[in-house]
């Protein structure tokens, strides 16, 4: 099962960056944003000097697919797709880090 998870993760991870290299090839991404903004997911994690509660339920929050999906769909549905490469660039650090295994976390700690 957890080989199945990862793949599954790693196969969003390539399909998100595969339409960002699109959205670069049309003109309407940058490698450098890419680049910039992988990692940002990331400063979700600062919540844990709240408590490991509200660590958890941060973390849990950006690095669920719903938020970046809901983006997508917004981008998508009301013809805004200046933001479609925010969404992208988000769902491929998710499908990145749960293709390592990283997981969401439990309000034990991280």
């Given at each position: 099962m957890r080989v199945w998870l990862r793949l599954?993760?790693?196969?969003a991870l390539v399909l998100a960056v595969?339409?960002?290299?699109?959205?670069?090839?049309?003109?309407?991404?940058?490698?450098?944003?890419?680049?910039?903004?992988?990692?940002a997911p990331d400063l979700s994690m600062l919540g844990y000097l709240a408590s490991a509660r509200v660590?958890?339920?941060l973390y849990n929050t950006v690095h669920s697919?719903?938020?970046?999906?809901?983006?997508?769909?917004?981008?998508?549905?009301k013809d805004?797709?200046?933001?479609?490469?925010y969404a992208l660039i988000w769902i491929t650090h998710i499908g990145f880090d749960r293709?390592?295994?990283?997981g969401l976390?439990?309000?034990s700690g991280f």
């Open positions: 599954e993760n790693l196969s595969f339409g960002y290299g699109r959205l670069h090839t049309a003109g309407h991404a940058s490698w450098l944003l890419f680049a910039g903004l992988f990692f660590g958890a339920m697919y719903i938020l970046p999906l809901a983006l997508t769909a917004f981008a998508l549905l805004h797709g200046e933001v479609l490469p293709s390592l295994g990283y976390k439990y309000n």
